[in-house]
């Protein structure tokens, strides 16, 4: 299961979360976004990434 943490929480509250209703946990990794995924991320929408997006005509 893959579990998106909103703003202002912590991985161990969504660990807690899971213990304290009774799930048993096997494995729990955080998955961090790479720096390509934050850039994209901040550019998106910008003018000069719409110049690229062979959707817009």
């Known amino acids: 299961m893959v579990v998106k943490i909103n703003d202002g929480y912590k991985a161990n509250d969504v660990l807690s979360h899971f213990i304290n209703n009774g799930s048993n946990i096997i494995s729990f990794k955080e998955i961090l976004?790479?720096?390509?995924?934050?850039?994209?991320?901040?550019?998106?929408?910008?003018?000069?990434?719409?110049?690229?997006?062979?959707?817009?005509?």
Do not use: H, W, Y
């Open 33 to 57: 976004p790479s720096l390509n995924d934050i850039f994209i991320k901040l550019v998106e929408g910008t003018p000069t990434a719409r110049q690229f997006d062979a959707t817009i005509a």
